[in-house]
């Protein structure tokens, strides 16, 4: 049983105290984020990027990818409470979460989500313990080739599948590459792009593009519309906390579907927790004898939902690892912190990080356990946050990315840096462009670009070279694939509503 | 028959794509290209910046498909963050981390709808206390508190 010594191995790792504290920062980071709407996890991820500098790696990933998954439990609190998706993935919860509080059972609706998540999140983990040596022990001999497809499909998939316009997502994967070939060339050691500035010879720092992209301009979208919310004022008593024995009989299933499905949608690149869920509640009420209870306040439809968008939180987490591949923006970050320790993001991370991957793991199970401690009893505590003013938190966030910014190599260069990535970001999201496949070409396009290149030194110049592998053609004709399904289905739906949320 | 329209979200992001990738090729082709065998610095973003040329007419095109209205910048909203930031990164290293702080909270504070500065006034010394126990003192960054 080679996974279970690994998981011992990965407790004894996650079970220190450096590593513990990361991971109660993260779970506790992410809980508060996930309650304040309007203030996403890849904000503030990208805004504690700058600290994991002075971290180990383990604790710096344990912390960052707490925030990530902390948020998914913490969105759920307001969606049920006030009718008020602390985040993208949670508002399918709202349809049945809300009309339970209003019946008075609130507080079963967010005893079942906890648990809901919990459930969720341990299969996606278990997945991930038994996955991921498979998957390394695939792409470990992959040549140039297969790799640069695998990029390739990988980039191709993540920006086509999750946002409307399939052209629009590409075109902004091409634009991040550039971005991403800043700086000295390893090559040929000639400077590209760095326009005689020395500070941008060593690339651009994906903390500071991500700060400007995700932290600005999300500041610069929503400053000045406040919204009211110092007049919420409502408690959850400790009586309302059980569920019945029916409640219990009717989740259990949907639980273990939306676990199932959530686990399946979240290692696809681009598909992350909110389609997750979206897809979980659509199989439940299809599925369900008795459709008509659905939004009037169905435990199943908070249960379902909830598993499936922690299951994918988690699961997401397997190609990143085990491939180096990142899904989506917040995946990349990871990646990106990963890089910051000097770490090469790719399959031999967890051949040569064994105690990287297993802690990492394990603390994946110690954040969730924490996420249920601190929801249930807390969750009156959570709710008195929300009266923070966003008139004190955005000038907070402003003054905490200029000095993150700044202090990353005490240089004025690097605010200026952020402030115009998050222009970019701004005037980007006007014009309805989805920002995320963005940093996934920034941090994927150096590795492309040397998997390409060692492709036709190797094969000699023939261009040919990619296709006359099966597993690389493979690829390359999935990705393809992938294209014109998207454009098919995009000219379908030419005269539906386009869905503008992003998955980050 | 509809006259050829193209909507002003895809013609202004189509042509500044365009105007992105062709100078991504330009600069590309300073660089050495190489050979087949063995490219060269210039030749990967070179090509990238072909697929960007070639990605904007399909964008353009979109806005045929697409009929969201184009959502304008505010300006008395984004121009006090603009300055908030640089007036921090002015500061920083000349009136110190004190000055930064209250330049960059006050600022963002014009951005908001009623303004409110004695709030702002408030947020910005606690902030500033905070920043220079934790970072200069405590941390010992390599940051100046006052000039």
């Known amino acids: ?504 | 028959m509809k006259a050829f329209r193209i909507n002003p979200q895809e013609l202004i992001g189509g042509l500044a794509l365009l105007g992105f990738g062709g100078a991504v090729m330009a600069q590309s082709s300073q660089y050495a290209f190489g050979t087949i065998n063995r490219p060269g610095p210039g030749a990967f973003p070179f090509g990238v910046g072909a697929v960007i040329c070639l990605l904007a007419i399909p964008v353009l095109l979109e806005g045929r498909i697409n009929k969201s209205e184009l959502a304008m910048p505010q300006l008395d909203r984004i121009l006090p963050i603009i300055l908030g930031i640089v007036a921090f990164a002015l500061l920083i290293t000349t009136l110190g981390l004190v000055a930064a702080t209250f330049a960059v909270v006050l600022l963002a504070a014009l951005a908001e709808r009623p303004v409110r500065l004695p709030t702002a006034t408030i947020l910005a010394t606690g902030l500033a206390v905070f920043a220079v126990v934790v970072f200069i003192v405590l941390l010992k960054l390599r940051l100046k508190a006052f000039w």
Not at chain 1, 317 to 322: D, G, H, M, N
Request: glycine fraction near 10%.
């Open chain 1, 1 to 504: 049983m080679d996974i279970l010594v690994n998981l011992a191995a990965g407790f004894s790792v996650a079970a220190q105290p450096s590593a513990l504290l990361a991971c109660f920062v993260g779970v506790l980071l992410g809980t508060l984020i996930g309650v304040l709407p309007g203030l996403g996890p890849m904000a503030v991820i990208s805004l504690l990027l700058p600290i994991t500098y002075h971290l180990s790696p383990v604790d710096a990933l344990v912390m960052l990818s707490g925030i990530f998954y902390g948020s998914q439990y913490g969105g759920s609190i307001t969606s049920i409470l006030l009718n008020l998706p602390g985040e993208a993935s949670s508002s399918v919860t709202c349809l049945d979460g809300h009309p339970m509080a209003k019946q008075g059972r609130g507080g079963v609706a967010l005893v079942m989500t906890t648990v809901a998540s919990f459930v969720g999140a341990c299969f996606s983990i278990i997945l991930l313990a038994t996955m991921a040596p498979l998957l390394v022990s695939f792409v470990k001999n992959f040549t140039d080739q297969q790799y640069f497809a695998l990029i390739l499909l990988g980039l191709v998939a993540a920006s086509t599948m999750s946002v409307g316009s399939a052209a629009k997502g590409i075109v902004m994967v091409a634009v991040g590459v550039i971005f991403g070939l800043v700086g000295v060339d390893i090559d040929s050691g000639a400077a590209r792009f760095s326009y005689g500035r020395l500070e941008l010879l060593d690339g651009l720092n994906i903390a500071v593009v991500a700060m400007g992209l995700f932290g600005i301009s999300e500041i610069l979208l929503n400053i000045g519309s406040n919204v009211d919310n110092t007049a919420i004022s409502k408690r959850v008593g400790w009586r309302e906390l059980i569920p019945t024995r029916d409640d219990w009989k009717r989740s259990a299933l949907p639980i273990g579907r939306g676990s199932f499905f959530g686990a399946l949608i979240g290692v696809l690149p681009g598909a992350g927790a909110t389609i997750a869920s979206f897809f979980a509640y659509a199989v439940e009420k299809r599925s369900s004898k008795t459709p008509e209870r659905f939004g009037k306040g169905a435990i199943e439809g908070v249960a379902a939902p909830e598993a499936a968008n922690n299951a994918a939180a988690q699961a997401s987490f397997i190609p990143t690892l085990a491939l180096g591949i990142p899904g989506s923006a917040t995946m990349a970050l990871m990646l990106g912190a990963l890089m910051i320790q000097g770490i090469v993001p790719g399959p031999m991370v967890m051949v040569n990080y064994p105690d990287l991957f297993w802690g990492l793991l394990a603390s994946f199970w110690i954040g969730n356990v924490l996420l249920v401690i601190l929801n249930i009893p807390l969750v009156n505590v959570w709710i008195l946050l929300l009266r923070v003013p966003y008139r004190i938190m955005f000038p907070t966030i402003l003054f905490f990315v200029c000095l993150g910014a700044y202090t990353l190599k005490f240089s004025v260069f690097d605010v200026y840096c952020v402030l115009g990535f998050g222009l970019l970001g701004y005037f980007l999201r006007l014009l309805s462009f989805p920002v995320a496949p963005l940093l996934l070409g920034l941090v994927l396009g150096p590795m492309l670009e040397e998997h390409f290149r060692r492709s036709l030194l190797l094969a000699k110049g023939n261009l040919w070279t990619f296709f006359q592998n099966p597993v690389s053609a493979t690829f390359l004709a999935i990705a393809a694939a992938l294209i014109v399904f998207s454009v098919i289905s995009q000219i379908r739906n030419r005269n539906k509503p386009r869905r503008e949320e992003e998955e980050v």
